[in-house]
């Protein structure tokens, strides 16, 4: 029965989290702290980091062409910063955070050098949370946000433009084009002829993907869907290894007390930093 509000909402994060560990999936996307109501995530330098860099392009796709790069990116940059400086954005000292910051400058400094198809029109999808039913039967919806969408004007498309700020690129096996392209085929009305994947650490320009098939990919997060359903159904969210594994393990810290509580973020998530995350930071950096 179609119900937005009882339905099974599902997204490239929480399938992720869902197949790398169910017991991960229900401590992030469904358990709430008794204290505060709130669901709860984790931050780290890396995240911090890709939050950071994609709040900036995301701002540009807001702005007529010929207004993008008015103000500096870096200047941008340097504001949005502050929001994630610190133990807030699971920095345990000030040169762990200067190398992650200025690998960011970097970034956006070959960006604003190179903006590509950041110079060319945008279409934006008019929903805060791109959504549509997956599956009207099963009630369950698929969301999520895309980075970009670049309009050509020649064949009157769209092209999906995911910005990647990790060092390693996305595994082959990813759910994340196949949602992108249903999200984007679905919450807008133009065609999908293009995606593609742009590494920003790599310095590089956009590495085209193959478009899925609609048929084949609804067919397959559909699958995926119902196995979120039915686990939900059951309440059966073991850990694969049965004694704890990297992906729920930090949260299980979380619910011990484990945690440092650094704020709440949009989605009204408590925001979490462990201090074992913040030494093992120090040998990840180079």
């Known amino acids: 029965m179609k119900d937005k509000y009882t339905a099974v909402w599902v997204s490239h994060s929480s399938i992720t989290d869902f197949l790398k560990c169910p017991r991960a999936y229900f401590l ?25 860099v994609h709040e900036i392009i995301e701002s540009l796709s807001n702005l007529p062409v010929e207004k993008r ?30 190398k992650y910051k200025k690998r960011g400058e970097e970034m956006l400094s070959y960006l604003g050098q190179n903006p590509g198809p950041l110079k060319n029109l945008a279409v934006k999808i008019k929903m805060d949370l791109p959504y549509y039913y997956l599956s009207e039967q099963d009630n369950i919806i698929l969301c999520g946000k895309i980075d970009w969408l670049e309009y050509l004007p020649e064949s ?24 992108y392209y249903l999200l984007a085929s679905n919450c807008q009305t133009y065609p ?28 397959k997060i559909l699958k995926l869907g119902k196995q979120i359903k039915l686990a939900r159904q059951l309440n059966i969210f073991k850990c694969k290894k049965g004694d704890g594994c ?10 011990r007390g484990e945690g ?13 930093v462990l201090e074992k995350k913040l030494e093992e930071t120090n040998s990840i950096i180079h």
């Open 28 to 52: 992030h996307n469904i358990y709430k702290s008794p204290k505060t109501g709130h669901k709860i995530t984790i931050v780290s330098p890396p995240l911090a980091l890709g939050q950071t």
């Open 69 to 98: 790069f008015e103000e500096p990116l870096i200047a941008k940059f340097d504001k949005a910063w502050k929001k994630v400086s610190g133990i807030t954005g699971g920095f345990s000292d000030k040169e762990i955070e200067y």
């Open 156 to 179: 009157d498309s769209v092209h999906i433009i995911d910005f990647k700020t990790g060092r390693g690129e996305e595994d082959p096996q990813s759910f994340q084009l196949l949602i």
């Open 192 to 219: 999908v002829v293009k995606a593609s994947y742009w590494y920003l650490d790599q310095k590089s320009v956009p590495k085209e993907q193959i478009i899925p098939k609609h048929e084949e990919a609804e067919e």
């Open 246 to 255: 990297s992906f729920c393990r930090p949260y299980e810290q979380i619910i």
């Open 260 to 272: 440092i509580m650094v704020g709440v973020d949009d989605m009204r998530r408590d925001i979490y």
